[in-house]
């Protein structure tokens, strides 16, 4: 009895982290994926609202940037904050639909379709949820009359360059492009936060939760669609 149930459950993980099937390694990495993102914003949410050490630690971050602002680094950072701002992403996102759509890679199509607005209503409805104020300062770089927390910017960055990565990596076979892909696409989300942080729009905790915000939905997203893919691909053989 003992072995029958040892033996199911070998061929249980042996399933989970097979490369091939609707449950498999795929739906393992993401899940994995979503409980470590999640934890981490859940971790961040309750010390920014709880006031615990990284608000002290948000507030002095965010002066010395102000104090230590400065030309042209001002002025790039500020054109890094436009480029992704709402039309901005839009004009990326149309882009690369685009090229979806001319490749017939349909599910990554889907998946852009489906991540990138409902990620942005997802950041829309935990800023109301948690209210928080934004950075204020004597002579602001930048006014902003939404809430703070989680940053906008960071997460829909995350998100569309997070998809994008995961699609390089997955459709290019050579290994230096996919890391060239990885390492490009996680610095553009790295540099997003940094201007957001640099012209005092959100504090550091915001730009963190951002991300992780997004890598918990990207992960939900791109599973959901990759499972319905091989589940679909299935039943067609």
Aim: aromatic share 12%.
């Amino acid at each position: 009895m003992e072995h029958q149930i040892f033996n199911k459950f070998v061929r249980f993980i042996e399933a989970r982290l097979s490369p091939g099937g609707e449950f498999g390694l795929h739906l393992t990495l993401g899940l994995a994926l979503l409980l470590v993102s999640g934890a981490i914003f859940g971790d961040l949410a309750e010390d920014v609202m709880g006031k615990e050490a990284i608000t002290v630690l948000d507030l002095q971050v965010a002066h010395w940037f102000h104090a230590h602002a400065f030309e042209p680094l001002t002025s790039f950072m500020l054109a890094v904050s436009w480029l992704h701002t709402g039309f901005g992403m839009a004009v990326m996102v149309a882009a690369l639909g685009w090229h979806f759509w001319r490749v017939k890679a349909r599910y990554w199509l889907l998946a852009l379709l489906v991540a990138v607005p409902t990620g942005a209503a997802l950041n829309v409805a935990l800023k109301y949820y948690f209210q928080r104020t934004r950075p204020v300062f004597d002579e602001p770089l930048v006014t902003l009359a939404t809430y703070s927390f989680p940053s906008g910017h960071a997460a829909a960055s995350t998100v569309f360059y997070g998809l994008l990565a995961s699609y390089l990596v997955i459709a290019r076979p050579h290994w230096h492009v996919r890391l060239g892909t990885a390492v490009g696409c996680s610095l553009m989300v790295l540099l997003v936060a940094f201007s957001r942080v640099y012209l005092g729009a959100h504090f550091m905790s915001d730009v963190l939760a951002g991300m992780a915000e997004s890598v918990a939905w990207l992960a939900i997203c791109i599973t959901a669609i990759s499972t319905l893919r091989r589940r679909r691909e299935g039943r067609t053989v």
